[in-house]
Structures are given as C-alpha cells and as structure tokens.
C-alpha cells in the first residue's frame, strides 16, 4: 500500500520502504545507554528499514535473544506489539475467551493467533485456500475455517459466538464477523488488506448484543505513550526466548530482489512474513 501511495502515511517521495528489520548496532548516539555496539537488535519505523544501515529511535530497538535468527528478527516487531496491544489494551481479553483471526496465514494473522493462545485464549483461524489453513495449524490455531461460509461454521464450532474478532481484511468479513460475536463481544480493525477500502457498519448490529467495533492503532498508541513499546517487548520476551512465539516465514529474497516481495504480498500469494535479506556487508541484518 504504501509503495503504491494508498496507505494512509505515505512520506515524500523517493522513500525507502519497510517497517521492521534486525541486525547489530553499528553505532550509538549519543546520551543513549539502553543498548550496546554490537547487540543483536529487532527494530520498527514507519518506512526505510529496507537498507543495509538503517538510524532507529532506541525506543522502538529491542534486544533480541540469541535463538532468534535476523529473519525471525525482522519478522516480530510490528506484528507481535501491534496484537499484544489489540488484544490486551484495547479488546480487554481475558483467559478462556474465544478469539476469531482473520487472514491467519498472514504475518499479522499468524502473529494474533500465537498471541492469543499465549494469552489463554481459544483461537479460530479464517483463511482463504486450504494451502493456508495448513500454516495457521502450525501457528497453533485450535480451529480452521475457510472464509467462504466462515459465519455458519463459526457459529456451529463456538455454540454461541466468538468474543474477539481481529480482522486485517476489511469490507468483505466485517457483517458476518458481526454476526459471529457472543453477547459484548468485540471487533478489533487492524486493517483492509481484502482491497476493498474502509468498511460501513449498521449500528443496530452493534445496539442488539452490546457489540464494540474498536481501532487498533499501535502506532498512534506509541505517540502518546513513548516508553509503551520497551514495557511490551519486555511482557512477550519470555515467549519469544521460550519458543512460544515465533513468526511463520513464508519467503527469502535478496534486497536486489525486494519488487518481486512486493509483488507476492500485492497478488495475495504471501503465506507468513517476507523476509529480504541484507547480506554480505558490515552489519548484517534483515528487513
């Protein structure tokens, strides 16, 4: 989206694009002590982490433990805060609630449904072909459904609905999401990656059951809490030193190769995150 200027920040062009990358601290301005020369870090900004060096804030850098590779790295920031704050600030989960993730096999999909199991939840995963039902198993959904007629099977899994819907799709699941969510449940917008721009809601859908539809902006989050990121880093590192949370990466590419990347998520062939890699010079690192 923003490389074809229809994300909702798009910088001055030319811009470099990429929002997540991992390497080792190369240098250290200055009054900044949090962080060495040398750690392995993961990082997150709004654009130009595709690059072979790349200046970060050190609020949005986090030590990254040795058992992740660069390419896990670069594949958990963004996704991983932007879920946990989902759904523990803004849908409030609780253990033992019911969570509904649609476009699973994506890198924000396979993200919340790790989260929400680490969290305590059940979780269901909608997703397109039966070749992505196969990579939402292995982020560990409990259950799997095809989007076509996801409402009915929903509905018939659960007995009563689901409490929390994550959806990064848009238009095209938001009425029958609607129609899956139990008595307060909650709607959670991260996105409209099915293409078809900003949903409407009918608000009698929302006044009959005591239903929400929430915005999850992380980002937004950050601007008015400046040290939140490093405090949530801190609450999901365990897991990720565990294994508990560890992205699905679906394919490598060279930096030379990032257009062909592009064009994977743009026709909907991505399956997981996309890793492009930065190799062969000082600093190393992924994006």
């Not at 990082?43 to 850098?61: D, H, Q, S, W």
């Not at 990347?261 to 994006?287: F, M, Q």
Request: hydrophobic share 45%.
């Amino acid at each position: 989206l923003m490389a074809g200027g229809g994300y909702q920040h798009v910088p001055p062009v030319p811009f470099t694009i990429g929002m997540d990358l991992a390497g080792t601290v190369a240098a250290i301005g200055d009054g900044l002590g949090r962080l060495a020369v040398g750690d392995r870090v993961a990082a997150t900004i709004p654009y130009g982490a595709a690059a072979e060096f790349v200046a970060v804030p050190e609020r949005v850098t986090f030590p990254l433990p040795d058992r992740c590779s660069f390419d896990e790295g670069a594949a958990l920031p963004l996704n991983y805060l932007t879920v946990h704050f989902a759904l523990t600030v803004r849908a409030g989960l609780r253990p033992g609630e019911t969570v509904l993730v649609h476009g699973a096999a994506g890198g924000i999909g396979s993200a919340a449904v790790q989260v929400a199991r680490a969290l305590g939840a059940r979780t269901i995963a909608v997703v397109s072909t039966e070749a992505k039902a196969e990579s939402a198993r292995a982020s560990g959904a409990d259950d799997v459904v095809l989007v076509d007629g996801f409402k009915d099977a929903v509905l018939a899994a659960t007995g009563r609905g689901v409490d929390i819907v994550v959806d990064t799709v848009g238009a095209r699941v938001i009425d029958d999401s609607l129609r899956c969510l139990a008595f307060g449940g909650r709607h959670m917008v991260l996105g409209f990656a099915g293409g078809d721009g900003p949903p409407m809601v009918r608000a009698n859908r929302l006044l009959l059951r005591n239903v929400d539809v929430r915005g999850v902006s992380w980002g937004g989050h950050l601007d008015t809490d400046r040290g939140e990121a490093a405090a949530q880093w801190d609450e999901l590192l365990p897991l990720i030193e565990s294994g508990v949370l560890r992205p699905q990466i679906g394919a490598r590419y060279p930096l030379e190769r990032i257009g062909e990347a592009l064009a994977d998520l743009e026709n909907r062939r991505a399956i997981g995150k996309i890793i492009v890699e930065v190799t062969g010079r000082p600093g190393d690192g992924h994006g």
